[in-house]
């Protein structure tokens, strides 16, 4: 990864953040709600440390990553910087121990195995992490998360990880064009946060609902969203070394 940017890239970067951040605040406004309710996360995987520090330079203090070696590897390289790295990708629950010592923020929560072993290596480190439970709500076997009839009991054994903060839902919507279809999958993760705050343990909280990437985040907006999580409008198109 090179660690410079030039004035062209530094001039599209600016101007993609800020179409995006208008499509952000459009969709709130149509959604007749507050832009603070929504947060733009970037998605910066395959994105180089030097585009990283250019986004923070722009006012973007958090990132989202899917795989743990390349989250830490560019938290070793912006360690300079004030920076809270997103787990947003499945985790293995051997890479646990990794993320307990460099995350501020976990996404895909989606076992009581991975709950246990973060749980306990963050005790070990001392630390807390906010926590999201990841569910699967198009159903395709394709993607990972618990299915929703199975976040009723998995919540009732979340109080015993005292070191996971869980504040909410994340999804992938069905990667499809169908407006209803993909609505269909926020509404439920809305539905499910709603059902859990009604019938949840004392202390955990489910404000957030992270739902919502290039394709589709103003119809997540509409649906709710607290959190959008943004790659390629932001970043362009991805390249895989
Ligand atoms: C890559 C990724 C995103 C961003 O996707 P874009 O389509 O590039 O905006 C969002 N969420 C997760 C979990 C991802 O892995």
């Not at 499509?23 to 603070?36: L, Q």
């Not at 787990?87 to 246990?116: M, P, W, Y």
């Not at 919507?173 to 509404?187: I, K, L, N, Q, Y």
């Given at each position: 990864m090179t660690d410079s940017i030039d004035k062209g890239d530094l001039a599209a970067l600016n101007a993609s953040f800020q179409a995006v951040e208008a499509r952000i605040a459009s969709a709130c406004t149509d959604a007749g709600r507050e832009r603070s309710s929504v947060r733009l996360?970037?998605?910066?995987?395959?994105?180089?440390?030097?585009?990283?520090?250019?986004?923070?330079?722009?006012?973007?203090?958090?990132?989202?990553?899917?795989?743990?070696?390349?989250?830490?590897?560019?938290?070793e390289a912006l360690a300079e910087l004030a920076i809270d790295w997103c787990i947003i990708g499945h985790?293995?629950?051997?890479?646990?121990?990794?993320?307990?010592?460099?995350?501020?923020?976990?996404?895909?929560?989606?076992?009581?195995?991975?709950?246990?072993?973060?749980?306990?290596?963050l005790q070990a480190e001392g630390r807390a992490m906010r926590v999201l439970i990841q569910v699967n709500t198009s159903g395709e076997a394709s993607k990972a998360g618990l299915a929703p009839q199975d976040v009723p009991a998995f919540l009732r054994e979340l109080p015993a990880f005292a070191s996971l903060q869980v504040r909410g839902f994340m999804t992938l919507a069905m990667a499809s064009d169908d407006e209803a279809r993909v609505r269909g999958c926020f509404r439920l993760l809305r539905s499910l946060r709603e059902a859990a705050r009604q019938d949840a343990p004392a202390g955990l909280a489910f404000d957030e609902l992270s739902m919502g990437m290039s394709g589709d985040f103003p119809w997540a907006i509409a649906e709710g969203a607290t959190i959008v999580r943004v790659g390629t409008a932001l970043f362009g198109e991805r390249h895989y070394a």
């Amino acid at each position: 990864m090179t660690d410079s940017i030039d004035k062209g890239d530094l001039a599209a970067l600016n101007a993609s953040f800020q179409a995006v951040e208008a499509r952000i605040a459009s969709a709130c406004t149509d959604a007749g709600r507050e832009r603070s309710s929504v947060r733009l996360l970037p998605v910066t995987k395959t994105v180089a440390p030097a585009r990283l520090r250019a986004a923070h330079a722009l006012g973007y203090a958090w990132f989202g990553e899917n795989k743990v070696q390349e989250a830490q590897e560019k938290a070793e390289a912006l360690a300079e910087l004030a920076i809270d790295w997103c787990i947003i990708g499945h985790l293995q629950t051997n890479k646990a121990r990794h993320v307990a010592r460099f995350a501020a923020e976990l996404h895909s929560l989606d076992s009581l195995r991975l709950a246990a072993e973060l749980d306990r290596r963050l005790q070990a480190e001392g630390r807390a992490m906010r926590v999201l439970i990841q569910v699967n709500t198009s159903g395709e076997a394709s993607k990972a998360g618990l299915a929703p009839q199975d976040v009723p009991a998995f919540l009732r054994e979340l109080p015993a990880f005292a070191s996971l903060q869980v504040r909410g839902f994340m999804t992938l919507a069905m990667a499809s064009d169908d407006e209803a279809r993909v609505r269909g999958c926020f509404r439920l993760l809305r539905s499910l946060r709603e059902a859990a705050r009604q019938d949840a343990p004392a202390g955990l909280a489910f404000d957030e609902l992270s739902m919502g990437m290039s394709g589709d985040f103003p119809w997540a907006i509409a649906e709710g969203a607290t959190i959008v999580r943004v790659g390629t409008a932001l970043f362009g198109e991805r390249h895989y070394a």
